[in-house]
């Protein structure tokens, strides 16, 4: 069987799947390629996240991608001016909720950094009026549901934009939002 295998900038305001089964309307990944049946995504980012989606239509390409073995990284622009003490503490672990119940992340790695170079989002975040903001890279081994979000939260620094950059070797470089790239498999 030959499988297909994408690589996408998933703009925000897209979900990251093909159906959407509720009465309100939105936009999915489909409206964006014309991809091949049985295609499907490899973890998610929610809606009100952005950047680096890998899709498939090999489920253990898709194992293997989720797996703890691979790092995502992940850019969080968050609402003040973020302490190196916030950041040691996602380091080393912070409770959040999961499935209803307390959970301790595992550690992580953890670092300011500048603005990056990334295109405009969709929708404003906010006006500077509201206060200072900052950015931190985030890379993970894992990914619960609206983790990275649940983790600055708990350090006091919510975010307020998202971006995946990174999926093991695989980054998202200057690849425009909304765009989709066919290619042959993905090295990670």
């Known amino acids: 069987m030959i499988h297909h295998h994408y690589i996408i900038h998933k703009p925000y305001g897209y ?9 309100r309307k939105k936009k ?38 989720r797996s703890r073995k691979v790092e995502k990284e992940y850019y969080a622009q968050v609402d003040g001016l973020i302490t190196q003490a916030a950041v040691d503490a ?22 300011l950094i500048d603005a990056p170079d990334l295109p405009p ?9 509201h206060g200072p903001t900052s950015w931190v ?14 983790m600055t939260a708990a350090v006091g620094f919510p975010t307020l934009r998202l971006v995946r950059v990174r999926i093991g070797n695989i980054h998202l470089g200057d690849m425009p939002s909304g765009m989709v790239a066919e290619v042959d498999g993905f090295l990670l």
């Open 15 to 23: 979900l990251s799947q093909f159906i959407y089964e509720l009465k």
């Open 137 to 150: 890279s985030i890379t993970l081994k894992e990914g619960k549901f609206r983790q990275v979000r649940k």
């Open 90 to 111: 996602l380091q080393a672990g912070v409770e959040i909720g999961f499935n209803g119940k307390k959970y301790i992340t595992r550690k992580c790695e953890a670092r």
């Open 28 to 65: 999915l990944l489909g409206e964006l390629y014309d991809f091949a049946e049985g295609t499907m995504a490899i973890g998610r980012l929610d809606e009100d996240s952005e950047g680096l989606l890998l899709l498939t239509t090999d489920g253990m390409m898709s194992e293997t991608v």
């Open 121 to 129: 989002r969709g929708q404003k975040i906010r006006d500077a009026r």
